[in-house]
């Protein structure tokens, strides 16, 4: 419980976990349960309100290609929400913005028992640059709730070419810039330390803050938060301090907040559900079918 404090908010429920030693899969294993099982719940209840309802199920939402085939045109709704979140009556409207950014040392490879004067470690560059970003700012191990980082995750290394793959995030999408143009200048004195080195900087667009988005569309998430209050729940308005499917598909043309799932300890070994958190996450979604019928089914 020390090392899970959230596990406190569900005792006496039945928790669902994995081994510990490989993931759950709750993300988003959960989020799948809970639209299916209402899906089916609608279907047995016809008496219950709702106006056209369309469902979508999308792959490879963790390293961000889940919208890439998505055709907003054809699933022709108004809106959307995903079931992607944590504990009871979540609903998360932000995001991180982020771009993928890249950096490449390009060193000289030869024999190492000839090497003196001639070689150029692309490793041992990489390994000065990496060593010289921020510890207590900017890094993931030292920030929360609003702050931004830089998150180093990839090393592809060899003596000639060693290339480092970085996570860029901010809730603020003009701070990207600034926090992608300190990396430039950090990987730029590292590489001034080791004569004959090579850099080469490529930076790509991942997604951007959803606020940007519904803040146009305020009644997506409004109806959103009445359908938890008439399931009973405390609204919990969140951040989302990474993505989600609904980061890009809001900016495609389809806003789509987050609601929760009941997920819980996301990608770690220790990742579990709380099956009445699921349950809970399905009768939003029917008042969440309800509340449109209600506001906007007879315009």
């Not at 928790?15 to 993931?23: D, F, N, R, Y």
């Not at 889940?66 to 022709?76: E, I, K, P, S, Y």
């Not at 470690?121 to 830089?150: C, H, Q, W």
């Amino acid at each position: 419980m020390a090392e899970i404090p959230e596990l406190a908010t569900a005792i006496g429920e039945d928790i669902v976990t994995a081994s510990g030693t490989t993931l759950l899969g709750g993300d988003d294993k959960a989020g799948v349960a809970a639209i299916v099982s209402a899906a089916a719940y609608l279907m047995a209840h016809p008496e219950i309100p709702h106006g056209p309802i369309r469902i979508a199920f999308t792959p490879d939402e963790e390293i961000g290609r889940g919208t890439l085939h998505f055709d907003v045109a054809r699933f022709n709704a108004r809106c959307a929400y995903t079931l992607d979140g944590g504990g009871r009556g979540e609903i998360e409207t932000e995001s991180f913005s982020a771009d993928a950014l890249t950096i490449t040392f390009h060193g000289f490879n030869t024999h190492p028992g000839y090497a003196k004067g001639r070689m150029v470690n692309a490793i041992k560059v990489a390994a000065a640059f990496i060593e010289m970003l921020p510890r207590e700012r900017l890094s993931p191990e030292s920030t929360a709730d609003r702050d931004g980082y830089v998150h180093p995750y990839v090393v592809d290394a060899s003596v000639e070419h060693t290339a480092v793959r970085l996570l860029v995030r901010d809730f603020d999408t003009a701070q990207l810039r600034a926090h992608a143009a300190e990396v430039e200048r950090l990987a730029r004195a590292a590489a001034a330390r080791f004569p004959g080195v090579r850099i080469e900087i490529a930076v790509g667009e991942s997604y951007r803050n959803m606020r940007e988005v519904l803040d146009r569309h305020p009644e997506v998430a409004e109806h959103a938060r009445d359908a938890i209050r008439r399931a009973g729940l405390e609204v919990r308005d969140t951040l989302i301090r990474g993505g989600t499917d609904g980061s890009r598909l809001s900016f495609m043309g389809l806003p789509t907040p987050n609601l929760f799932a009941g997920e819980h300890t996301f990608h770690s070994r220790l990742e579990w559900v709380s099956v009445q958190e699921m349950e809970l996450a399905v009768r939003v979604i029917v008042e969440l079918c309800r509340v449109w019928e209600e506001k906007v089914g007879s315009r």
